[in-house]
């Protein structure tokens, strides 16, 4: 089945700083979305975005199909932004469902 | 905005008892998902269900059963809990397959 790896695994910033969080896969995919996952456990659909680039205010994702990667641009980070990032694929020819990478565990100190 | 609704935000249950875990949406969405989240293993994907009283085994099925009679509600059975089965179980939703995923706020149960 489709592997998916995201790095860096734990990222510590200070509040506005920017920062690239990475997923590569290794295979052609349907879907791609971005999950943020906050302190108590909920997870928020950040973006559907299995190619090109998207924006979200200080949030923006781009997806480069054809390499197998995406990005996940968080600017001006707050300490709100802290949890753990997910990258999750839907592999082209699949089963129809999402596979997801480990995260990222940003923490973004005052 | 969609919205997922997990029934327990925790929950603590004995070895060997049956367990249910509800999940409702109000989307009308068709997909529904039970995942389970352990450290260090990320999310994985026990059962799913594409429509009513459909279902489709996920990645680690093994001690779990689903029940989904209604569009809107689809419950994760536990038949009989195990220590090995405490975990933060978290329910999603789609419209159809390959759109948006949401899930609900998750279920930290503890089987003692």
């Known amino acids: 089945g489709i592997q998916v790896e995201q790095s860096p695994p734990d990222l510590i910033l200070q509040e506005g700083a920017n920062s690239t969080l990475r997923c590569n896969f290794s295979?052609?995919?349907?879907?791609l979305q971005w999950f943020h996952q906050n302190p108590w456990g909920q997870l928020i659909n950040l973006f559907y975005i299995p190619s090109g680039t998207k924006q979200n205010g200080r949030l923006s994702a781009t997806t480069v199909a054809t390499e197998r990667y995406s990005l996940l641009y968080i600017s001006s980070s707050q300490t709100t932004d802290s949890g753990v990032y997910f990258c999750?694929?839907?592999?082209?020819?699949?089963?129809?469902?999402?596979?997801f990478g480990k995260g990222t565990k940003l923490t973004v100190n005052p | 905005d969609v919205k997922v609704t997990q029934s327990s935000r925790y929950l603590v249950k004995r070895t060997g008892e049956k367990v249910f875990l509800e999940c409702v949406q109000d989307m009308d969405h068709e997909n529904m998902f039970w995942y389970r989240q352990d450290p260090g293993l990320g999310l994985r994907l026990i059962y799913f269900s594409y429509d009513v009283k459909m279902k489709e085994k996920g990645d680690i099925p093994e001690g779990y059963s689903v029940s989904r009679e209604k569009k809107e509600r689809f419950s994760l059975i536990l038949e009989s809990a195990s220590t090995n089965q405490t975990s933060m179980y978290l329910c999603?939703?789609?419209?159809?397959?390959?759109?948006?995923?949401?899930f609900g706020s998750g279920t930290q149960l503890s089987v003692l």
């Open positions: 999603a939703s789609s419209l159809m397959s390959g759109s948006k995923l949401f």
């Open positions: 295979d052609s995919v349907n879907n």
């Open positions: 999750a694929v839907e592999e082209q020819g699949g089963s129809e469902k999402l596979v």
